[in-house]
């Protein structure tokens, strides 16, 4: 299995601040790596795929990066709707993995 | 639009079978390359990916619990189903059923596109 590692698994941060969440794989998985918004009660939403390309109808404030091991999702500035908690997915051979999580609070 | 919507009861009892289906509305579950997972989060934890299963009826679960479940799919009634025997109090969770959709191109890839609300089960006798 693809085990999937992010951090920090939870951060504070204001209103502005800019974001940066940061997933490692245990085997490369080229571009094989998305990111999904969760907020509590609410199934997750896919805000990033195949490592950088932005969903449709997300703000464009949310970016990914990375390849092979390393990826990042970054959200430039803050806003009040964005504390929740993220997560990545790896889409590259089954069983498909999820990291364990990066709540993002308020400071 | 597309819509998933998991059913099945929210109580079960410990040895037992939890049964859930997914319904799929707004359009046919046969129309694309798409493939439909169940996943799963226990409270206050993270998610956990319990397998997926192609129109065709190719399924791919997660080996952790691959000696208990079944999905099967029924194209007809745009519905999948998710069954999981022996379960135990590890097993309660939300539910979730998803579709992931198939990007093409140079090389292809798949997201997870359209979740259902989710379900909670609970285990206990």
């Known amino acids: 299995d693809i085990q999937m590692t992010q951090s920090p698994s939870s951060l504070s941060a204001s209103v502005g601040d800019r974001v940066t969440i940061t997933c490692r794989a245990s085997?490369?998985?080229?571009?094989?790596l998305n990111w999904y918004q969760q907020k509590p009660g609410k199934a997750p939403k896919v805000l990033i795929y195949a490592a950088s390309n932005l969903q449709s109808g997300v703000p464009s404030r949310f970016s990914g990066s990375g390849s092979g091991t390393d990826f990042t999702l970054t959200i430039s500035s803050l806003q009040p709707e964005d504390f929740a908690t993220y997560y990545c997915q790896q889409s590259h051979s089954a069983p498909l993995t999820f990291g364990g999580g990066t709540k993002v609070e308020s400071k | 639009q597309v819509q998933l919507q998991e059913s099945g009861p929210g109580l079960v009892k410990p040895s037992q079978t939890l049964s859930l289906t997914c319904t799929v509305s707004g359009g046919s579950m046969s129309s694309g390359s798409d493939y439909w997972s169940w996943i799963r989060q226990p409270a206050g934890k993270g998610l956990e990916w319990i397998g997926r299963i192609y129109t065709s009826g190719y399924t791919n679960y997660n080996p952790s619990l691959k000696s208990r479940v079944t999905i099967s799919v029924d194209t007809s009634k745009n519905q999948f189903s998710l069954s999981l025997s022996s379960v135990t109090a590890a097993d309660t969770a939300v539910y979730y059923c998803?579709?992931?959709?198939?990007?093409?191109?140079?090389?292809?890839?798949?997201?997870?596109?359209?979740w259902g609300r989710g379900t909670l089960v609970t285990v206990s006798s």
């Open positions: 085997q490369s998985i080229s571009s094989h």
């Open positions: 998803a579709r992931a959709t198939l990007v093409r191109g140079v090389i292809s890839y798949w997201y997870f596109d359209l």
